[in-house]
């Protein structure tokens, strides 16, 4: 997600629109690629850039409670601030990116990943009405097939 600020004029601010696919963030469990909306504020002045905007995103993943997919809405606030000189930082709240002042273009991809990233709720959980924790069926007694996979996992106990 590349930022031409070299365009934008001293004391002008920018509306802009992004979409894209990013990657699949496999470190923390999203194995799908996640689909981006970002709109962002870009506003320059002097030796700072603002950018604050939303954070829209979307990606197909599993629900732990019930281990069906579902799709997982993330969204969040984005705040950066870019700047030639750290010693005129002014917010601590804000994310400060030290850039030379002949930078013309950024590239924001890191630091999307990074907001997204920690937007991520602890247990991803689908809004099913039936959602729930899959469980041994009474009738007979077997185990749902989606667990099959982890039977092998364990030896069995001998009494």
């Known amino acids: 997600m590349k930022l031409n600020i070299s365009t934008i004029e001293d004391n002008q601010s920018v509306e802009l629109t992004f979409n894209e696919n990013l990657e699949p963030f496999e470190e923390v469990g999203l194995e799908n690629k996640i689909n981006l909306k970002a709109n962002l504020i ?3 002045n002097s030796d700072k850039v603002w950018i604050k905007g939303n954070l829209d995103a979307t990606t197909k993943t599993c629900c732990h409670v019930c281990a069906e997919d579902f799709d997982l809405k993330l ?3 984005f705040k950066l601030l870019l700047m ?3 010693k005129n930082a002014v917010d601590d709240s804000v994310d400060v990116k030290i850039i030379s002042a002949d930078t013309k273009e950024i590239d924001l991809s890191k630091e ?6 920690t937007s991520l709720p602890y247990v991803f959980k689908c809004n099913r009405k039936d959602c729930k924790v899959l469980q041994v069926s009474e009738k007979n007694n077997e185990t749902d ?3 099959e996979k982890l039977k092998g996992l364990f030896p069995k106990k001998e009494n």
């Open 84 to 86: 030639t000189n750290e």
């Open 112 to 117: 999307v990943r990074d907001e997204l990233i």
């Open 75 to 77: 969204e969040s606030d």
């Open 145 to 147: 097939a989606r667990w």
């Open 42 to 44: 870009v506003s320059k």
